[in-house]
């Protein structure tokens, strides 16, 4: 009888595993059909460490950001010696806020190392205009009811994408710029005038 429920119980689990496969299968089915599906990464605990540098001691990086809404500007270096300069970053975290709830959140390093890049990419001076940096869960909620652009899961919620475009520069070579680095998420929506980037799984779409 007891090797009776011992194979009984194998078979359950076996059945589990099956099942698991199978909703696995179908999620990566979904994130495929587009960036509303798109798996995110684990969302960073408030106490999160600072992620190691990936740049030489030698080199400084500065945060050119300008906040459409708000009218607010940051341009200050938030690399340098090795390492990311917190109050810099916690300085990024306010005016990348949810404008709409005043809301602030997290907002991950390795985005704004993927501004400079982008930056440098463009040979641009100018700062990037930010018309969507963090969403709260009621803003990203609210925005998803009336728009079906915008992702219920979306790397807004966590820190992670910005919503931007470039005085002087055409919207289609910011698009082309920022596919060209292969890094995270690029959305082009050329009729609302944004490129979306985010630091999420590499992948592409374009929107109105």
Partial sequence: MALMRRHILGFGLATAGVAAVGLGAKRLGEWAAGPAWAPLPPEPAPTEALPPPIVAKTDVRRAYLHNLHTGEMLDAVYYE????????????????????????????????????????????????????????????????????????????????????????????????????LKVGGVGYYPDNGFVHVDVGLVRRWTGA
Avoid at 91 to 107: C, K, M, P, S
Avoid at 124 to 140: D, E, H, M, V
């Fill in 81 to 180: 010696n090795g390492r990311y300069v917190p109050g810099v970053l916690a300085e990024a975290n306010h005016i990348l806020r949810d404008w709409r709830t005043g809301q602030q959140h997290f907002i991950h390093p390795r985005l704004f190392d993927l501004l400079h890049d982008l930056r440098a990419t463009l040979e641009t001076k100018r700062p990037f205009q930010i018309l969507s940096g963090y969403r709260s869960p009621a803003t990203n909620a609210m925005l998803h009811a009336h728009s079906e652009q915008v992702a219920s899961r979306s790397q807004h919620l966590l820190g992670r994408a910005l919503d931007i475009t470039v005085e002087g520069v055409n919207l289609a070579h910011l698009h082309s710029a920022a596919l060209s």
